[in-house]
């Protein structure tokens, strides 16, 4: 692994931050973080990150770090020096397999066994059958140019808007 010091170490997800210019790599036990300076820094338990490689890992448009595994999720703000618990937001585990989205409003898709987690600013907001999503697990959320919101679970829906959705099986 060319990012990592020990080559022996276990490593998930490597991702750009766009607000912050930083890359974060999931860890077997938290995060490193490639500051554009070049300097790195890592973080983990004692920086209030649950214990385990994180299975999502995403900067939102206004710099936050978002990081969870199964029922955990935890946030840390610019400038902050502790990630802060917010699974309290997490209305179902998240898809061990799933990818997140970064929305071009900044805000997050967190992919869920149960929908997805749609984060904006302080706000949550959950997407499932109550929506119109014909499928429990999600895998990844994305939104193209125009503004249409597909979700891929065991199929794959697109948004239409007005409460109408077309599912692609």
């Known amino acids: 692994n060319l990012l990592s010091p020990n080559p022996k170490e276990e ?11 930083a890359m974060y790599l999931a860890l077997a036990q938290g995060v490193r973080i490639y500051l554009p300076d070049g300097s790195t820094r890592t973080w983990g338990a004692a920086d209030g990150l649950p214990q385990g490689m994180p299975t999502i890992l995403i900067e939102d ?54 929908g ?30 125009e503004g249409t919101l597909w979700v891929l679970g065991s199929t794959l829906a697109r948004f239409l808007g007005g409460g109408r959705v077309r599912n692609y099986s």
Do not use: C, I, Y
């Open 11 to 21: 490593t998930g997800a490597l991702v750009s931050g766009r607000t912050s210019g």
């Open 61 to 114: 448009g206004a710099g936050r770090l978002w990081v969870g595994s199964g029922r955990s999720l935890v946030m840390k703000a610019p400038g902050e020096s502790k990630f802060k618990d917010q699974s309290r937001l997490l209305t179902a585990s998240l898809s061990p397999n799933g990818t997140p989205f970064l929305d071009q409003d900044g805000s997050v898709w967190l992919p869920t066994q149960d």
């Open 116 to 145: 997805a987690l749609h984060l904006t600013g302080d706000r949550s907001e959950q997407l499932d059958a109550r929506g119109g999503l014909p499928f429990k697990w999600v895998r990844t959320v994305l939104r193209v140019r």
